[in-house]
């Protein structure tokens, strides 16, 4: 099945450490993003990728990197510049990254940082 | 910038009945779409439905309609029958250059 990949599930890290949140998909997609969610905060974005080899910051993307080696991952490393890492994180992807696309969800992963 | 704003945090409905949330966009886009996701307890989010702003047609999803206005910037959506399975957090989503999301509102349905 078709679809978008992310693990683990739940992550635990200590404060200072960096931390990769991996995001795979198998949609053929061009376009992958990577949303933070909080709650009462809806969805913020905080990189996103229209092709491979190259990726644009979002709204919040300070504390953070990703790169685009392969048109499948969309790696995001949390580092410890974020002030406040600890959220749930969405990856998502669309076949272009034009207006008008759907964006297809992965599951997500918890970062909990202490 | 465009934002996204949805006045009701939450929202309850009984089962079978017919429940309308809302939301408002600011643009000054003249192309773009917009889109209702649903996040079950599960936190997967699901498409709901997609309107583009071209079409004065209001989309259309078996029990899930929208209410989609141009001019007063809204684009409501409205849930018939409301199901136990509807339980959810809905945003809405505006689709220009970029993908803003609406706070969300949590809507429960009562047996």
């Known amino acids: 099945d078709g679809g978008i990949t992310q693990s683990p599930k739940y992550l635990f890290r200590k404060e200072g450490q960096n931390v990769t949140l991996s995001c795979e998909q198998n949609l053929n997609h061009d376009a992958m993003y990577w949303y933070r969610q909080d709650p009462g905060q809806g969805l913020r974005l905080i990189y996103y990728?229209?092709?491979?080899?190259?990726?644009q910051k979002g709204d919040i993307a300070e504390g953070y990197s990703v790169s685009r080696e392969k048109k499948e991952s969309f790696p995001l490393t949390v580092t410890s510049a974020q002030k406040n890492p600890t959220a749930f994180y969405l990856c998502a992807s669309s076949i272009g990254g034009q207006r008008g696309y759907e964006q297809y969800f992965g599951p997500g992963t918890r970062l909990t940082v202490t | 910038a465009q934002t996204v704003t949805q006045s009701q945090p939450e929202m309850s409905v009984q089962e079978a009945e017919t429940v309308t949330l809302s939301c408002t966009y600011d643009t000054s886009e003249s192309d773009y779409y917009l889109f209702w996701y649903k996040q079950p307890p599960s936190r997967q989010m699901i498409l709901v439905i997609r309107?583009?702003?071209?079409?004065?047609q209001n989309a259309t999803e078996n029990r899930f309609s929208v209410n989609f206005q141009k001019a007063a910037k809204s684009f409501s959506l409205k849930i018939s029958d409301s199901q136990l399975g509807d339980a959810a957090m809905y945003f809405c989503?505006?689709?220009?250059?970029?993908?803003?999301f609406g706070t969300g509102t949590s809507l429960t349905v009562i047996p």
């Open positions: 309107q583009e702003a071209y079409k004065q």
């Open positions: 989503a505006y689709a220009g250059n970029q993908f803003y």
């Open positions: 990728s229209q092709i491979v080899n190259d990726f």
